[in-house]
T-cell receptor, first 113, second 113 residues
Framework: GENVEQHPSTLSVQEGDSAVIKCTYSDSASNYFPWYKQELGKRPQLIIDIRSNVGEKKDQRIAVTLNKTAKHFSLHITETQPEDSAVYFC????????????FGKGTLLTVNP | NAGVTQTPKFRVLKTGQSMTLLCAQDMNHEYMYWYRQDPGMGLRLIHYSVGEGTTAKGEVPDGYNVSRLKKQNFLLGLESAAPSQTSVYFCASNRGGTASEQYFGPGTRLTVT
């Protein structure tokens, strides 16, 4: 089955700096890669996603890049703000008959004012 | 739309007791999932369903059973609770067919003493 590795497990940045979180996946048939943000005590919520036919997607201060050859994808947050502090999860949806997301273990991002 | 709802929000059980967690969605989604979340372990899939009357095992199914008698509901049962089942449980759903956004419920915090 699919295996998703996420790094780093914790990341601390100063307000205004950029943050990058990286994930690798194992199943070359995976075709959908969402990123979820989970604030303390809340449910995970989708912040951006990318499909395998696209190399990069941007939404205001967040962007995701996908390298299918290397089987890795990354989340980039620019001009970080304290409200960006949360746990971020990457995930991969396997192609074919696979009906589920496989999640990375998460990255705790702390943005220091 | 209420989206994905979970009942109850909190529960304390004694070892050996049983309980059922209810997940309901009003988005006419085909696929539904139960995850557990423990510190440092990310989201681990317990069981999932790709349609009414179907269920399948996820990554950590032992000690849990599920049923999907109605399309909008997905029940998670613990027959004989153990302290190792202390966790936060999240239900999720997506429309199915092709990879698409997955919506999470608010979570149930379960403590087994």
């Amino acid at each position: 089955g699919e295996n998703v590795e996420q790094h780093p497990s914790t990341l601390s940045v100063q307000e205004g700096d950029s943050a990058v979180i990286k994930c690798t996946y194992s199943d070359s048939a995976s075709n959908y890669f969402p990123w979820y943000k989970q604030e303390l005590g809340k449910r995970p919520q989708l912040i951006i996603d990318i499909r395998s036919n696209v190399g990069e997607k941007k939404d205001q201060r967040i962007a995701v890049t996908l390298n299918k050859t290397a089987k890795h994808f990354s989340l980039h947050i620019t001009e970080t703000q304290p409200e960006d502090s949360a746990v971020y999860f990457c995930a991969a949806w396997g192609g074919g008959s696979n009906y589920k997301l496989t999640f990375g273990k998460g990255t705790l991002l702390t943005v220091n004012p | 739309n209420a989206g994905v709802t979970q009942t109850p929000k909190f529960r304390v059980l004694k070892t050996g007791q049983s309980m059922t967690l209810l997940c309901a969605q009003d988005m006419n989604h085909e696929y539904m999932y139960w995850y557990r979340q423990d510190p440092g372990m990310g989201l681990r899939l317990i069981h999932y369903s790709v349609g009414e009357g179907t269920t399948a095992k996820g990554e950590v199914p032992d000690g849990y059973n599920v049923s999907r008698l109605k399309k909008q509901n997905f029940l998670l049962g613990l027959e004989s609770a153990a302290p190792s089942q202390t966790s936060v449980y999240f239900c999720a759903s997506n429309r199915g067919g092709t990879a698409s956004e997955q919506y999470f419920g608010p979570g149930t915090r379960l403590t087994v003493t």
